[in-house]
């Protein structure tokens, strides 16, 4: 099935525990091509370089996603996440500032 490029949607792709946002570089390939995909690595994860001095719960991870997404609220934004990561999603969806699609 061929696939039609969305510039206005963006795919953000939320990691598990334990994880990073290299879960995801296999499969980045096949959205690229009809949207824009932004992988995170979430506090404690990966490159991440948040303070250990914070506490790294939903509210902070909720202010991090709102300054990297604010710079996309005019597209439609589909959040994907497992394990850790839909549970940030869902939370996100719910109490981020930045309107959600999906």
């Keep these: 099935m061929k696939q039609t490029l969305r510039p206005n ?3 953000v ?3 598990g525990f334990l994880s990073d946002s290299r879960t995801y570089h296999n499969h980045i390939d096949k959205y690229t091509d009809i949207c ?3 992988t995170i690595d979430l506090p404690g994860h990966g490159e991440d370089q948040s303070s250990m001095d914070e506490t790294w719960n ?3 991870i909720t202010t991090l996603l709102d300054r990297i997404l604010d710079k996309y609220k005019d597209k439609s934004i589909t ?3 497992y394990s850790m990561g839909g ?3 869902l939370y996100y ?3 981020g500032h930045i309107p959600i699609s999906n």
């Design 93 to 95: 969806a719910i109490n």
């Design 9 to 11: 949607q963006v795919l």
């Design 58 to 60: 939903f509210d902070y």
């Design 13 to 15: 792709l939320l990691h």
């Design 79 to 81: 959040l994907f996440g």
């Design 87 to 89: 549970r940030v999603a």
């Design 36 to 38: 824009h995909v932004i």
